[in-house]
């Protein structure tokens, strides 16, 4: 037998590195070829096919439409007045108070004028009393001329007149002493009580504010830019936050022609029925108002409108029912209509899609056509 030569350190050494290194070699041709079998055996899923989305069609239509800006407006009665005491005395009586609804003609206040009315019963007496004597001189001139002197009786004549103007004076002060509406309306201020001290001509002769709201002015302020496209019998509608779902209806009734300098704004007035009183004098309401009118436009539904960075689209079917973006311009937009100048035939389907939004080429399918 032969005698194996045992082997050295540095043998052994080599050895078991030669070892390690096969075994790292193998493992990774392990780890590659189930990754090789993975993306040859192995499938990827399909994508899932993108939904229809479901709209409706339309065509331009050819219609009315207005375009309305939208402007601050003050509510002011159609009439009012502050009623004040003519003569001086104390105020005997007053039958209203702030609030109550009066009629045109019905007494409000009386005023107590005791020196007054002793002056009217002195010249009720001198009144009788000169035209008793010019009716007597005037029948004695009748009958004796050759006895009465002319210039008498027409001495006893003015005598008659003055008085009888000055009976009519008194009456018309009298007259003053009672305090009626001018007009029929609301009183929304009382200044005086009964027994106060009425000084005619002075802001103390104030005795109440009346109001006729039943009809309403708007007042707009106009900007340069439209002012010159105001014209009487416009319309309006007018709308409030503090009647939320109530809007009202009235016409462009007069305007001022000439701006003011300082906020280059024109005045503009429109009147407004308000027989439930729901607007009051003083509300800030929104106006809408009707500038400018086309009787004939193409028109669309503002729903199938596409406004990005200032400009504008609209959605048209194309072939294979799929979405075509289109740009257009418009005119007239009264927030359900907008009139289409250019971009769109009136034989071309418009889609509207609701509440979805679609981009160019989208498959659709078609809900029903108007």
């Given at each position: 037998m032969l ?5 050295s350190?540095?043998?052994k050494?080599?050895s078991v590195?030669?070892?390690q ?5 193998c ?8 990754s090789?079998?993975?993306?040859s055996?192995g ?6 096919a993108?939904?229809?989305t479901?709209?409706r069609t339309?065509?331009?239509?050819d219609?009315p439409?207005?375009?309305?800006i939208?402007l601050p407006?003050q509510v002011?009665?159609?009439q ?5 005491a003519?003569?001086?005395g104390y105020?005997k009586t ?8 009066v009629?045109?003609g ?15 019963a002195?010249?009720q007496?001198?009144l009788k ?6 009716d ?19 001495q006893a004549?003015?005598r008659?007149e003055?008085?009888?103007a000055?009976l009519?004076?008194s009456?018309t002060l009298?007259g003053y002493?009672?305090?009626?509406a001018?007009?029929?309306?609301v009183v929304t201020?009382r200044y005086?009580?009964?027994?106060a001290?009425i000084?005619?001509?002075?802001a103390?002769?104030k005795?109440?504010s009346?109001?006729?709201?039943s ?7 106009v ?9 009487v019998?416009?319309?309006?509608k ?15 009734s007069r305007f ?5 300098a300082?906020n280059?704004?024109m005045l503009?007035?429109a009147i407004l029925q308000?027989?439930?009183?729901a607007?009051?004098?003083?509300m800030l309401v ?16 503002v729903?199938a409108?596409?406004t990005?960075?200032n400009n504008?689209f609209?959605f048209?079917l194309?072939?294979?029912n ?8 418009t005119?007239f937009?009264d927030g359900?209509n907008?009139?289409?100048l250019e971009g ?6 418009i889609l509207?899609?609701g509440?979805?939004k679609?981009s160019?080429?989208?498959?659709v399918?078609i809900?029903s056509a108007?």
């Amino acid at each position: 037998m032969l005698a194996t030569k045992p082997k050295s350190e540095d043998e052994k050494t080599m050895s078991v590195a030669s070892r390690q290194l096969l075994l790292c070699a193998c493992s990774l041709a392990a780890a590659f070829g189930l990754s090789a079998c993975d993306r040859s055996g192995g499938q990827t899923p399909p994508e899932a096919a993108t939904p229809f989305t479901e709209v409706r069609t339309v065509r331009l239509s050819d219609g009315p439409i207005t375009r309305s800006i939208v402007l601050p407006a003050q509510v002011i009665p159609f009439q009012e007045a502050t009623l004040y005491a003519k003569v001086s005395g104390y105020l005997k009586t007053i039958s209203v108070d702030k609030g109550d609804k009066v009629a045109a003609g019905a007494v409000l206040a009386r005023i107590e004028i005791p020196e007054l009315v002793a002056a009217r019963a002195r010249q009720q007496a001198e009144l009788k009393a000169a035209s008793s004597d010019y009716d007597r001189l005037q029948k004695a001139l009748a009958r004796t001329p050759d006895l009465v002197v002319p210039d008498t009786v027409d001495q006893a004549r003015g005598r008659f007149e003055v008085a009888r103007a000055g009976l009519a004076e008194s009456e018309t002060l009298l007259g003053y002493a009672t305090i009626a509406a001018p007009f029929t309306g609301v009183v929304t201020q009382r200044y005086v009580d009964p027994g106060a001290l009425i000084q005619a001509g002075n802001a103390s002769s104030k005795i109440v504010s009346l109001m006729d709201f039943s009809t309403v002015r708007l007042q707009v302020a106009v900007p340069e830019i439209e002012a010159a496209h105001v014209v009487v019998g416009q319309p309006v509608k007018v709308t409030t936050d503090n009647l939320a779902g109530r809007h009202f209806e009235g016409t462009v009734s007069r305007f001022a022609y000439a701006l003011d300098a300082t906020n280059r704004t024109m005045l503009a007035e429109a009147i407004l029925q308000n027989r439930d009183l729901a607007l009051r004098p003083g509300m800030l309401v929104t106006v809408s108002f009707g500038i400018e009118h086309k009787e004939h436009a193409p028109l669309m539904p503002v729903e199938a409108l596409v406004t990005e960075r200032n400009n504008t689209f609209a959605f048209i079917l194309g072939e294979g029912n799929k979405a075509v973006k289109r740009p257009i311009k418009t005119g007239f937009n009264d927030g359900q209509n907008v009139e289409v100048l250019e971009g769109l035939k009136s034989e071309e389907p418009i889609l509207l899609a609701g509440k979805a939004k679609l981009s160019d080429g989208q498959s659709v399918r078609i809900a029903s056509a108007q």
